[in-house]
């Protein structure tokens, strides 16, 4: 993983803005995509030296004055709020983001009595790594035919970039793996060498799908949304998630699938034995 995320990710918020949606005039000669740095240094009340200096990585200790000032001027959303204030306290060594401990692969029983209360809906846990640590019988019905749970550690992200079921199995492959790599860069910390170990040994075994989408910009999470799946009995679901995150230091989450149409109601309520109806769709 890069030593600038925070750097780098102000960087490409910079380009990404566009002169009229902060209503600066667009000229013709603009070189730069986006906002010029002193366009924003200007916005921000800061100077573009310090500027230059956080987006290369030479400071590494910016005030939250100065990173509310940006993120005003980069009309950044809540979420990449968020995110922006998670990359500085790593990139300055905050205290409250210490050294990551080993991924708990343990579910307290409380965690396992509500995904047990999930059933039949298609609901998984993972943890900060992706590995799978609970289902309900919903989501074995999906995913078991596809391969994922064959590994006697089943891992998602594993799974996605280096089993060729899963590119079969997930028609929007690109989309999805993107959101799986947002996810596990939003979860792993900058010095946590368990992330980095896991992230090592998929660089190898995965290739270029895998490190390439690690050395590029993180992207933000998507906790919710709707993901296309190709099952070998119930043919095409389209599913939409939402991800509960667990309050708990280790990042443990809970990712629940409902049918996102009509059809995908009817082809659940058949892989799951149930009449019609059994899971209501999601639909809007």
Not at 125 to 136: C, E, F, G, I, P
């Amino acid at each position: 993983m890069s030593d600038n995320e925070l750097g780098t990710f102000l960087r490409t918020r910079r380009e990404a803005v566009t002169p009229a949606e902060v209503g600066l005039p667009t000229g013709p000669r603009r070189r730069t995509p986006g906002l010029r740095r002193s366009e924003v240094a200007t916005l921000a009340g800061v100077s573009v030296e310090y500027l230059a200096r956080l987006e290369q990585g030479r400071d590494r200790h910016p005030s939250p004055q100065v990173m509310g000032a940006l993120a005003d001027a980069l009309r950044l959303t809540v979420e990449e709020r968020f995110h922006l204030r998670r990359l500085e306290k790593e990139t300055s060594g905050d205290p409250c983001c210490p050294t990551a401990s080993e991924p708990s692969r343990s579910v307290r029983p409380t965690v396992q009595s509500l995904v047990d209360r999930l059933e039949p809906a298609p609901a998984v846990l993972l943890n900060r790594l992706s590995d799978v640590l609970a289902y309900t019988s919903g989501y074995e019905r999906i995913v078991g035919p596809l391969g994922l749970l064959d590994d006697g550690r089943p891992n998602l992200i594993r799974f996605l970039f280096t089993d060729a079921r899963a590119r079969a199995a997930y028609p929007e492959w690109d989309s999805v793996a993107d959101a799986q790599i947002a996810s596990f860069q939003a979860q792993s910390m900058l010095t946590d060498p368990h992330a980095e170990a896991f992230a090592d040994e998929l660089t190898v075994i995965a290739g270029a799908p895998f490190a390439d989408r690690m050395a590029a910009v993180p992207g933000l999470p998507r906790n919710s949304g709707v993901e296309r799946l190709t099952h070998p009995e119930a043919g095409a679901l389209r599913l939409s998630y939402e991800t509960l995150t667990l309050p708990d230091a280790d990042g443990q989450r809970l990712v629940v699938h409902l049918p996102a149409d009509e059809a995908s109601s009817a082809a659940l309520d058949r892989l799951n034995g149930r009449k019609p109806g059994g899971l209501r769709a999601v639909t809007g």
